[in-house]
Structure formats: structure tokens, C-alpha cells
């Protein structure tokens, strides 16, 4: 059974900084991409970035560039999210996605795995 934990979500003012984490446990974890999207209230989820299975390969959209990074730990099945420079339309639930290939993908059909998202709620 596939398992992803997302945590590291809270509430910030706007120009903070968080770092969302994403545990993985029950497939072999380095050799599939990981992605992170997103949900705000009324809103269909949204793709924010992703990495490919080693790392060497990222894609963002484009809100977010320049403002986040995403990266992983393959020792430790972790995927990470440093988000800076908060604004109040980041505000939503976040959700890790295990991939179904090797590649970096931004669309929510090229995920098989989903956490159960953390919230993020950024004030003005």
C-alpha cells in the first residue's frame, strides 16, 4: 500500500516563507517523479511543480517560478516544497502526487498516489 504525508503547512502572513514536506512509503520511490498541486476553496486542483525521478529535472507553473522549489531526498522518500514570498492567492490545500513515470509531468492523470493535503493560508 502506497502512502504519501504531506506536512508543513500553516498559516503565514504574505512575503513569509514555508516548507511543505511530503513522506512516501510502499513503492520504490526514486524511480517514479513526484508533483505538487493544489486546491483553493471553489477552485479545481491545479498543478504547481513537479520532479522527475532523480532530481536533475524540474517544471513549475507559472505563479509560482522564482518562488518555489521543489526538491527531493531519495534516501529519505521525501519530497520537499520551499515556498517564499507567500501572497494570499497561495492560500489553499496542498497535495503531494506520486507519479506513474520517471518524468515530470504537470497533469493530475500522470499521478497514481495523493496525500491527504496540508492547508496553507496566507494573510495580507
Known amino acids: 500500500q502506497v502512502q504519501l504525508v504531506e506536512s508543513g503547512g500553516g498559516l503565514v502572513q504574505a512575503g513569509g516563507s514555508l516548507r511543505l514536506s511530503c513522506a512516501a512509503s510502499g513503492r520504490t520511490f526514486s524511480s517514479y517523479a513526484m508533483g505538487w498541486f493544489r486546491q483553493a476553496s471553489e477552485k479545481e486542483r491545479e498543478f504547481v511543480a513537479a520532479?522527475?525521478?532523480?532530481?536533475?529535472?524540474?517544471i513549475y507553473t507559472g505563479s509560482v517560478k522564482g518562488r518555489f522549489t521543489i526538491s527531493r531526498d531519495n534516501n529519505k522518500n521525501t519530497v520537499y516544497l520551499q515556498m517564499n514570498s507567500l501572497k494570499p492567492e497561495d492560500t489553499a490545500v496542498y497535495y503531494c502526487?506520486?507519479?506513474?513515470?520517471?518524468?515530470?509531468?504537470?497533469?493530475?492523470?500522470?499521478?497514481?498516489?495523493w496525500g491527504q493535503g496540508t492547508q496553507v493560508t496566507v494573510s495580507s
Open positions: 520532479i522527475n525521478w532523480s532530481g536533475g529535472s524540474t
Open positions: 502526487g506520486g507519479g506513474l513515470y520517471q518524468s515530470a509531468s504537470r497533469y493530475s492523470h500522470d499521478y497514481m498516489y
